[in-house]
């Protein structure tokens, strides 16, 4: 464990509510898209070493034979040279294009750019939501990279297994987002790399000032 990296309890909590007031804010983006009820998990936060990315990913979307499809997107913080980034993943199971195809009243099968197409649509409206929501309660802007397909319909593992990360640690939010008596369900990961969470520790503490 990286001590000078590692949220303290009071700095984890702060977070936690941050972010579910973020993922509200998201959930709601994509309840009015689909119009359906979008139920969300609690957000679950850790450090984690670039070795521990994939088993991570691969453990909380349910294992290996698991079939996903995925969008990454790079975000940075607006102001200052040396602000928060990092990279949103969100994650889909197969069963999910199913029913947005159902939601959305596509009649034929779903082409792999009709996926695409859905996939991007809705990573995006996810991904945007949270992180702008997040920035909102920082008293800062995000900017975002054009979002990019990772794989379609395969593991985690060979999704990720050529990606070389760059950092050392990372902190890891995990939100997941299901649709009531439905299959659907999508996890939206958010990684900050090591000097972001170093930023993020003290935009933390100037928020528990405030309390």
Same mark, same amino acid.
């Given at each position: ?58 453990? &909380? ?5 698991v079939r996903?499809? !995925? ?7 607006? +102001? !200052?040279?040396? !602000? &928060?980034? !990092? ?7 197969? +069963? ?11 009649? +034929? ?9 859905l996939?991007?649509?809705v ?17 800062? #802007? &995000? ?19 050529? #990606? ?48």
């Amino acid at each position: 464990m990286n001590r000078t990296l590692a949220l303290s309890e009071d700095q984890r909590d702060c977070l936690q509510e941050v972010v579910n007031v973020a993922m509200g804010q998201a959930g709601d983006s994509l309840a009015r898209f689909l119009e359906v009820f979008i139920q969300l998990s609690v957000p679950r936060i850790q450090l984690l070493h670039r070795d521990q990315l994939i088993h991570q990913l691969t453990t &909380m979307t349910g294992g290996d034979r698991v079939r996903v499809s !995925g969008v990454s997107q790079g975000f940075y913080q607006l +102001s !200052g040279s040396r !602000g &928060m980034r !990092g990279e949103a993943i969100v994650l889909f199971t197969d +069963s999910s294009f199913r029913e947005l195809a159902d939601l959305l009243a596509y009649d +034929s099968t779903l082409s792999m750019e009709t996926e695409k197409e859905l996939l991007l649509d809705v990573a995006n409206i996810l991904s945007g939501a949270c992180l702008n929501g997040i920035a909102e309660q920082f008293d800062t #802007e &995000m900017g975002f990279s054009t979002p990019a397909i990772l794989g379609q319909r395969i593991s985690v593992h060979a999704m990720l297994e050529h #990606e070389k990360p760059e950092w050392d640690h990372a902190l890891l939010v995990e939100i997941s987002y299901t649709l009531e008596d439905r299959s659907f369900g999508c996890t939206l990961f958010l990684l900050m790399p090591g000097e972001s969470i170093l930023l993020v520790k003290r935009m933390l503490d100037q928020l528990l000032e405030l309390l």
